[in-house]
C-alpha cells in the first residue's frame, strides 16, 4: 500500500488529506519498479505540497527534467540540439512499455470482461454514476480547496464552476446510462431485419491536463462510464492530486475495482505507453496540438485505437459597431482572464469595428483592472496564479516578444515581485497578424486587439488562424449575428456571450484544435461502438447464383 499525506492549509488551519499512490483495482499501490515521485508544488507559494509516486520504469529524474524542459522550450531555437533535448528524447522513447500502465490496462480488462461492460445494468451505472455525484458534492469544499492549492485557481470558483459543473455532468451521463440503444431498420419486410447495437467500446485511456483537473476529469469519465468502458486514467503531472482524491470516492461510490484506474504520470512515459497499448481500445486526450499529434500517431502506429482530442485555440472576438460595448467588454475581459487566461478557449484575439475602436478599448481595460488576480484562499481572488513555473516562464517569454515584435502594451506587461507564478492581466495593442502573441496559444491572461473596417475583414482576421476551437462576436444586428456565426471556423460560435459551456452541449474542435465531441449526446458516440446485426427470420438462399 502506498500511504497517504497529510497537507496542511495554512489559509483554513485544516490540514487535507491526499492518497498518493497510484490507484489500481479499487487500491492505492507503489509502482512496480521504482520508487521515483512526481513533486506536486503550489503555484501561489512555490511551496512543495507533497510528492506522489511516479509511474516509471526508466530513470525519472532525468525525465521528469527533460519533459517539463521540452514543453517549456519547445518553441526556443536554443532548444534543438542540446544536450538535454538529446537525453530527453532516448529517455522518451524508452518510455513506451510502462508497467504500471500495463497493469492498469490489465485491471481496467478484466473488469470490463466481469463486472463492467456488457456484464452490468444501465440501470445499476446511472446509480452508481448518481452515487458519485453526490460524494463530489459533498466533498466539494475540500476538493476545491485542493485543487486550488495544486493548481491556483480560486477555491469559490473551483467548488461553484469546477466542481458544480463536475456534479452536473455525472448526474447528467447518469440520466444516460439506460438510454443507450441502437435502432431497428427494416431491410426487407417479410425476412429480413437489422438493428444496432451501441457496445462500449472497451478500454479508454483518458488523459488530462492541468487547467481543469477536476472538470476535465468528469467530462471524460461520466460519459465512458455511462457508456460501460473501464478507465485508466492519467493526470497531468502538474496537478494529480485531485484526480487521486476523487479515486478515493470511486472506491467509496462502490464501482467494481478495476473499472476506474488512475496513474499518475509523466506525459512522455504513461501518457505515451497510454496511447501506443496494443489492449487500449480508445484514447480521449485534451491538451496541447503537439501532444494530440503525438497521440495520434501512437494510436495510428499501434493498434488504430479510436482517438478523441481537445486541443489548443487562439480564439477570437469580434466586436461590432453595433454591439452593447458595455457588455461585449465583460464578455471580452472575462474570455481572456477567467482561470487566467489558461483555458483552451481562451478570447486571446480581439478585433473591434473601428467606429468603436476607442471607446470599446477603454471600457476593457477598465474591466481588467477590475479583476483580482491573487492567492486562491482569498475571497477577493477572481483569478490565481498561473499552474507551474513552466507555463509562467513561457508566458513572460510570449510578453516579452510581443514587446520586441512592436505591439504597444497598454495594460500590465510588468514582473510581480515575490513568491508565485502570478501574471496580471497584460493588453497588447498596435499588433499585426503574424506576430507570435497574435499567431500562438499563449495559455496566460494574455490579450491582442486588433481593428478591421467592415464585416468581411473581420472574418477573414478571425479566421486567420490554424485553430478552430472558438469564436465569438458581438453585434445587435441579427442578421449580422447569423452570418457571421455561419463564416467563423470553429466548433463553439457565442453571440453576445463568451466562455459558457453547458454539460448538455456538445463541445469540440475544427482545424488543428482536435477531433470528436464532448459533452451532450455527441460524446456518447465517443465511448460506442455500432454494431450492426443482420437477421434472416425466413428466406432461403437460392443457390447457386
Ligand atoms: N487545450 C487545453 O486545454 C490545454 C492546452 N495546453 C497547451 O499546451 C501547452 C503546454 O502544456 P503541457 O502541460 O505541456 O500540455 P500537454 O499537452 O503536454 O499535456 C497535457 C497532458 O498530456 C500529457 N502528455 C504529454 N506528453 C504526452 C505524450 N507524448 N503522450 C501522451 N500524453 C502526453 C501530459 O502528461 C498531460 O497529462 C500550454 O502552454 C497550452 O498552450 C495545455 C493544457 C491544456
Ligand atoms: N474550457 C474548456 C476546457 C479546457 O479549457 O480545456
Redesign the pocket.
Known amino acids: 500500500m502506498a500511504s497517504p499525506v497529510e497537507i496542511s492549509v495554512a489559509a483554513t488551519g485544516k490540514k487535507l488529506t491526499v492518497p498518493t499512490g497510484l490507484f489500481i483495482n479499487n487500491e492505492f499501490v507503489p509502482s512496480v519498479d521504482s520508487q521515483e515521485k512526481i513533486h506536486c508544488v503550489n503555484p501561489a507559494t512555490e511551496e512543495t505540497l507533497c510528492s506522489v509516486v511516479a509511474d516509471p520504469t526508466e530513470p525519472r529524474t532525468a525525465t521528469f527534467v527533460g519533459s517539463r524542459a521540452l514543453?517549456s522550450v519547445r518553441m526556443r531555437a536554443e532548444w534543438a540540439g542540446s544536450e538535454l533535448a538529446r537525453r530527453a528524447a532516448i529517455l522518451?522513447r524508452r518510455s513506451g512499455s510502462a508497467k504500471d500502465i500495463d497493469v492498469a490496462v490489465a485491471a481496467a480488462r478484466k473488469a470490463f470482461a466481469t463486472t463492467w461492460g456488457k456484464n452490468v445494468t444501465g440501470l445499476e451505472r446511472s446509480r452508481l454514476l448518481n452515487k458519485l455525484a453526490d460524494l463530489m458534492e459533498r466533498d466539494a469544499q475540500q476538493l476545491a480547496e485542493l485543487e486550488s492549492l495544486n493548481n491556483g485557481k480560486p477555491v469559490k470558483i473551483a467548488r461553484d464552476f469546477d466542481i458544480g459543473d463536475s456534479v452536473a455532468c455525472l448526474r447528467y451521463y447518469a440520466g444516460f446510462a439506460d438510454k443507450i440503444v441502437g435502432q431497428t431498420i427494416e431491410v426487407d419486410n417479410k425476412t429480413k431485419v437489422a438493428f444496432t447495437r451501441h457496445d462500449p467500446i472497451g478500454v479508454c485511456g483518458q488523459?488530462?491536463?492541468?487547467?481543469y483537473p477536476i472538470q476535465m476529469w468528469a467530462w471524460k469519465v461520466a460519459p465512458a462510464l455511462a457508456c460501460g468502458c473501464t478507465i485508466v486514467m492519467?493526470?497531468?503531472?502538474?496537478t494529480p492530486l485531485t484526480a487521486l482524491k476523487l479515486s478515493e470516492l470511486i472506491v467509496e461510490a462502490g464501482f467494481p475495482p478495476g473499472v476506474v484506474n488512475t496513474i499518475p504520470s509523466?506525459?512522455?512515459v504513461g501518457?505515451?505507453a497510454?496511447?501506443s497499448h496494443m489492449d487500449v481500445d480508445k484514447v480521449a486526450?485534451?491538451?496541447?496540438t503537439?501532444?494530440g499529434r503525438?497521440?495520434m500517431e501512437?494510436a495510428a502506429k499501434s493498434n488504430i485505437k479510436k482517438v478523441s482530442l481537445?486541443?489548443?485555440?487562439k480564439s477570437p472576438q469580434l466586436i461590432f459597431e453595433s454591439a452593447d460595448l458595455e457588455e461585449a467588454s465583460k464578455w471580452a475581459a472575462l474570455g481572456i482572464l477567467y482561470n487566467t487566461g489558461q483555458d483552451?478557449t481562451a478570447g486571446s484575439r480581439v478585433y473591434v469595428q473601428e467606429s468603436v475602436y476607442d471607446a470599446f478599448l477603454e471600457k476593457l481595460v477598465e474591466k481588467a483592472n477590475a479583476l483580482t488576480i491573487g492567492h486562491g484562499f482569498d475571497e477577493k481572488s477572481g483569478g490565481g496564479p498561473v499552474v507551474s513555473k513552466v507555463?509562467y516562464d513561457?508566458i513572460w517569454s510570449y510578453i516579452e516578444s510581443g514587446k520586441q515584435e512592436g505591439a504597444k502594451c497598454i495594460l500590465g506587461g510588468e514582473k510581480r515581485s515575490g513568491k508565485g507564478y502570478f501574471v496580471d492581466p497584460t493588453i497588447f495593442t498596435d499588433v499585426k497578424p503574424d506576430m507570435k502573441i497574435v499567431k500562438d496559444?499563449i495559455?496566460g491572461p494574455v490579450l491582442s486587439v486588433g481593428r478591421f473596417k467592415t464585416e468581411e475583414e473581420g472574418i477573414k482576421l478571425a479566421n486567420d488562424t490554424s485553430y478552430g476551437l472558438g469564436a465569438g462576436l458581438h453585434s445587435n444586428d441579427a442578421s449580422q449575428c447569423m452570418r457571421v456565426s455561419q463564416a467563423l471556423e470553429a466548433g463553439t460560435v457565442w453571440v453576445n456571450q463568451y466562455n459558457l459551456l453547458y454539460n448538455n452541449v456538445p463541445f469540440g474542435g475544427k482545424k488543428q484544435s482536435g477531433i470528436g465531441r464532448e459533452l451532450g449526446s455527441y460524446a456518447l458516440e465517443e465511448y460506442t461502438s455500432v454494431k450492426a446485426i443482420h437477421w434472416n427470420y425466413g428466406e432461403k438462399l437460392d443457390w447457386p447464383l
Open positions: 514543453n522518451a488523459i488530462i491536463p492541468w487547467n492519467k493526470p497531468s503531472e502538474f509523466l506525459g512522455s501518457g505515451a497510454l496511447s486526450f485534451t491538451g496541447s503537439v501532444t503525438k497521440i501512437a481537445e486541443l489548443g485555440g483552451c507555463q513561457k496559444e495559455f
